[in-house]
Structure formats: C-alpha cells, structure tokens
C-alpha cells in the first residue's frame, strides 16, 4: 500500500521569506502524481500544484514550486515571497497513474503553515 | 456555477439516528469520492465510485453506504451514528486521471 509521510506537523515562516514543507512517500509503482493541496480555515481543499512521475522537470506554479526526487521518492514544496494568505494546512498526497480504483488520493497527515506579519 | 456542491454544510445530531449528506458535482466527472476529515485533520478515503465500479475502503463500518441516483450524484448514508462519526466529510469529483475538485465539507457532530 502507497503511505504518505509529512514529517513536519507545524512550520512558520516571516511574510515575504521562502519555505520548504517537506513530504516523502512510498511506493512500488513507477506511473503516478503527486500533488499539494492547501486547507484554509475556510476548510476549502485547494489545489496547489501536481507533478508526474514520469516528468522530471519540476513544476512550478507563481511563487509555488516543488523539488521532487523521485529516487528518494521527495516531493518537497518552495513557497517563495510567502504572504499571509499562504496560511493554511498544506497536505502532499499520491495517486497511482492507472485507471480504476487507483483514481483516489493517499493524503499524508498535514503540515500547518504560520505566516508571520 | 459551483464545481462540486454538498448539502448540509453543517450537521448536529443525536446518537443513533440515521443521516444523509448530498453531493452533486456539475462537472461531468466520471468518479466521485467521499473522505473523511478526523479531528486531526487526518483525510482518508472512505469511497470512491463511478459508473462502473463502487471501491469501498475495508475500514469504514458498512453502516456507512454511498447512494448514486446518476453520475452527477454521490450522497452518502449513515445509520446508527455514532460518536466517533464527529467529523468533516468531503465529497469530490474527478474525470479520469486528472485532478480532483473537492466540495466544500459537511461538519458532522454527534451528540
């Protein structure tokens, strides 16, 4: 079974700095994304940027990019120039790259980001 | 011109009683999801159906059953609830591979 591993419960970074949220995960699969979603208060599950496996660019979306390490099987999260609407609970999760019951998302458990005015 | 929609968004009951929460996406997705949000803010999958295929997670209680009169319709029943129910559920929505759309979550609290 895929497991997604957020080893940082809680992060805080100073409004307009950078900061990494970090998320490993394990799997035997070679097809897959990965992907960040971010959780306000107003409890909305949003995307914020996917990854394929089989891409080996990084993605990047604004100020979010991703460093994914497939090897290490890492998906780490870059939030540059961070602001204070950034604030929320960050989750990494995992999908398999087939079709059928693999369509569903192995969230990890969380990682609540403070940004400091 | 909201993506995936869920009624009620908040929900008090007692013990016991027999609850439904409704999920309508109109985005002409092929599967819809249910998970479970704990007081942790641990998500899990509870379900995941399309026209084809219903895949249930083997850990939720089958007092827990996914309804789906068509495939823009995913509502979620639950009999007997119970005090360990207490959570925010989340319908979602994808076509394919491609990303999911969640709704906006039903709190569910348990007396």
């Known amino acids: 079974a895929q497991t997604v591993t957020q080893s940082q419960p809680e992060m805080s970074v100073q409004e307009a700095e950078t900061v990494t949220l970090s998320c490993t995960y394990d799997?035997?699969?070679?097809?897959?994304?990965l992907f960040w979603y971010k959780q306000p208060p107003s409890r909305q599950m949003i995307l914020v940027i996917r990854?394929?496996?089989?891409?080996?660019q990084n993605a990047t979306e604004n100020r979010f990019s991703v460093n994914f390490q497939k090897a290490a099987k890492s998906f780490s999260l870059k939030i540059s120039d961070s602001q204070l609407g950034d604030a929320a609970m960050y989750f990494c999760?995992?999908?398999?790259?087939?079709?059928?019951?693999?369509?569903?998302?192995?969230f990890g458990s969380g990682t609540q980001l403070t940004v400091l005015p | 011109d909201t993506a995936v929609s869920q009624t009620p968004k908040y929900l008090v009951t007692q013990m016991g009683n027999d609850k439904s929460i409704k999920c309508e996406q109109n985005?002409?997705?092929?599967?819809m999801y249910w998970y479970k949000q704990d007081s942790k803010k641990f998500l899990k999958i509870m379900f995941s159906y399309n026209n084809k295929e219903l895949i249930i997670n083997e850990t939720v209680p089958n007092r827990f059953s996914p309804k789906s009169p068509d495939k823009a319709h995913l509502n979620l029943h639950i009999n007997s609830l119970e005090l360990g129910d207490s959570a925010v559920y989340f319908c979602a929505s994808s076509h394919e591979l491609r990303r999911l759309f969640f709704g906006p979550g039903t709190r569910l609290t348990v007396l």
């Open positions: 999760a995992y999908r398999r790259g087939t079709s059928g019951s693999a369509r569903q998302l192995t």
């Open positions: 985005l002409g997705h092929d599967t």
């Open positions: 799997t035997s699969e070679s097809d897959y994304y």
């Open positions: 990854q394929e496996a089989y891409k080996q």
